[in-house]
């Protein structure tokens, strides 16, 4: 029996998305939500997707932060999170109110600029001041509310707070896993737990996000470190694209 709203195409799609999506984060303990969204959203509605992506997120971030625990940087996490959760609580109100079509043309302007820094930003190595913690902090805040998609503003100051990358791994998955609670707790309380469907398709698509969590752990030190961001970024320039194109001629 399909679960209602879904046909079989479309679960079978979602749950590639996710198989891919979950690999990536056990690849670099991040980048599910910002791989999976913008195929997602093709699929079903944005304020579908992002509740379940968190429930996702909950479980496979709770197996990645509880076998990496010991390696977490908690003092730098000390000094992101109220911040984070100011930039949430904004997010999860233009989630609620701001029209769709707005906030999908938003998220593929935000992986397009992610890419463009990826590939034509200037690398810096210096160490960044905790001073840059409220911006980073408030602006990975807000767009982990709408998409998920936080993980990349915070990698960029937590990449020049923490030089280890088993560290900064570590730390990531750990704050993956605290905003997806934060997150859960302001999605039920707003009501978006109670679409038709949600917690249902969530259940069908649990096993599939530990089978890439497990998949990007166990290929995590054997693929070259180059060749994996190079396709990461092929995939999500793919997203990006599709979803800017159905987006301005809808």
């Known amino acids: ?42 699929l079903l509605p944005l304020k579908f997707a992002v509740p379940m992506m968190v429930l996702l997120d ?19 996490l000390a000094v992101l999170a109220p911040w984070v959760v100011a930039g949430m609580l904004a997010g999860v ?3 609620v109110r701001a029209p769709e079509r707005a906030l999908l043309l938003l998220l593929a302007l935000f992986v397009l600029g992610y890419l463009a820094r990826a590939h034509f930003g ?29 993980g990349p503003i915070y990698t960029i100051y937590v990449t020049r707070r923490l030089p280890d990358a088993r560290v900064l791994r570590a730390t990531m998955g750990m704050l993956i896993l605290m905003t997806a609670v934060v997150r859960l707790t302001l999605f039920a309380g707003t009501g978006l737990y109670a679409q038709p469907g949600l917690l249902a398709l969530c259940a069908v ?21 180059e060749r994996v961001v190079q396709t990461i970024h092929a995939v999500l320039l793919l997203g990006a694209v599709n979803l800017l194109y159905r987006n301005l001629t809808s």
């Open 1 to 42: 029996m399909l679960l209602p709203p879904f046909d079989a195409a479309t679960i079978v799609a979602v749950g590639l998305i996710v198989l891919v999506a979950y690999t990536v984060f056990g690849l670099t303990g991040f980048g599910s939500s910002i791989t999976a969204m913008p195929f997602l959203v093709v």
């Open 58 to 76: 909950l479980c496979g971030g709770s197996l990645l932060a509880l076998r990496t625990r010991g390696l977490v940087a908690w003092r730098e």
């Open 93 to 95: 109100t233009l989630l």
């Open 122 to 150: 200037k690398p810096h190595r210096e160490p960044i001041s905790r001073r840059w913690a409220p911006s980073f902090g408030t602006a990975g805040g807000v767009f982990t509310a709408l998409y998920g998609t936080g």
């Open 205 to 225: 698509l649990v096993p599939l996000g530990f089978l890439g969590l497990w998949l990007g752990s166990h290929f995590h030190h054997r693929l070259p470190a």
